[in-house]
Nanobody, 122 residues
Framework: QVRLVESGGGSVEAGGSLRLSCSYAGVAQRMGWFRQAPGKEREGLAIINTNDQVNYADSVKGRFTIAKDNAKRTLYLQMNDVLPEDTAIYYC???????????????????WGQGTQVTVSS
């Protein structure tokens, strides 16, 4: 089992930056960040596996960076050049199956944090 706790959300102006953190306990094969905007389905943004390979959704590629500090047991999402459409609740997720996989599908992840709100103003 993997336990996840996000932090770092808040309000930021368009073009600004924000860093989200996710403290984790347990062993996961891959971890990632997802978001859900009002009235929309939850979507995968960035995934990192135990080999430090990464995969990004096209909507955030080049703007967001996922990283993991194993010593601190913390997953990060560095968000740069944010846009109003980045406004959403952001979730950290993990799965302990399928080593090496980098899928962005919501149904591929068994463990979820409680979410943190990010609001981008224009």
């Amino acid at each position: 089992q993997v336990r996840l706790v996000e932090s770092g959300g808040g309000s930021v102006e368009a073009g600004g930056s924000l860093r989200l953190s996710c403290s984790y306990a347990g062993v996961a094969q891959r971890m990632g960040w997802f978001r859900q905007a009002p009235g929309k389905e939850r979507e995968g943004l960035a995934i990192i596996n135990t080999n430090d390979q990464v995969n990004y959704a096209d909507s955030v590629k080049g703007r967001f960076t996922i990283a993991k500090d194993n010593a601190k047991r913390t997953l990060y999402l560095q968000m740069n050049d944010v846009l109003p459409e980045d406004t959403a609740i952001y979730y950290c997720a993990a799965d302990d199956r399928r080593p090496g996989a980098l899928g962005l599908g919501v149904d591929l992840y068994s463990y979820w944090g409680q979410g943190t709100q990010v609001t981008v103003s224009s």
